[in-house]
Antibody, heavy 119, light 108 residues
């Protein structure tokens, strides 16, 4: 059974750094791409970026490039989303999702990680 | 960037009724690259339809998708209580990948 398990909720202050994770199991981690999706409170879904864990090739949404870092460690089947300096506007639920290729729908989803940034 | 506009914003129906949700694209999309997702409160989205009309694994046949070009439709033939949720369309053929703003299906 394919599973994506995300790290737990985080409460941070503006300016702090953060890395959240998404661990895949039940499949070959390097055979599926991983995407990160943001959902701000009460809002819709925003594609942030996608990584191919086999070679760490990344496609970013222009809206998020330069604001976050996406990476993957295939040795532990885990993808990451990272901020160097959080803002209050980063408060959102973040989902990871896996899919067969870069031009494929998002078959499997993690449970989400709630990030709250508040002074 | 391809903008997806969903209508209506909210659809109020009763169990057993038929729901028709619309997704219109700002430019033509290959039907290969159009998907629909369901999101229930407090849950992650779930893939329902891909390739405009192909049901994902485990999706009942009362849920169907259709359309081509710039106009796509998600139809739920007989609403069950678990169908009341928010639905998003998505295009995944052109970067940046984009979602519609969602249609909320609620109980009348």
């Amino acid at each position: 059974e394919v599973q994506l398990v995300q790290s737990g909720a985080e409460v941070k202050k503006p300016g702090e750094s953060l890395r959240i994770s998404c661990k895949g199991s039940g499949y070959s981690f390097t055979s599926y791409w991983i995407t990160w999706v943001r959902q701000m409170p009460g809002k819709g879904l925003d594609w942030m970026g996608t990584i191919d864990p086999s070679d760490s090739y990344i496609k970013f949404s222009p809206s998020f490039q330069g604001h976050v870092t996406i990476s993957a460690d295939k040795s532990i089947s885990t993808a990451y989303l990272q901020w160097s300096s959080l803002k209050a506007s980063d408060t959102a639920m973040y989902y990871c999702a896996s899919h067969y290729s870069s031009a494929w729908p998002f078959d499997y989803w993690g449970q989400g990680t709630l990030v709250t940034v508040s002074s | 960037e391809i903008v997806l506009t969903q209508s209506p914003g909210t659809l109020s129906l009763s169990p057993g009724e038929r729901a028709t949700l619309s997704c219109r694209a700002s430019q033509s999309i290959s039907s290969t690259y159009l998907a629909w997702y369901q999101q229930r409160p407090g849950q992650a989205p779930r893939l329902l339809i891909y390739g405009a009309s192909r049901r994902a694994t485990g999706i009942p046949d009362r849920i169907s998708g259709s359309g081509s070009g710039t106009d796509f439709t998600l139809t739920i033939s007989r609403l069950e209580p678990e169908d009341f949720a928010v639905y998003y369309c998505q295009q995944y053929g052109s970067s940046p990948l984009t979602f519609g703003q969602g249609t909320k299906l609620d109980i009348k």
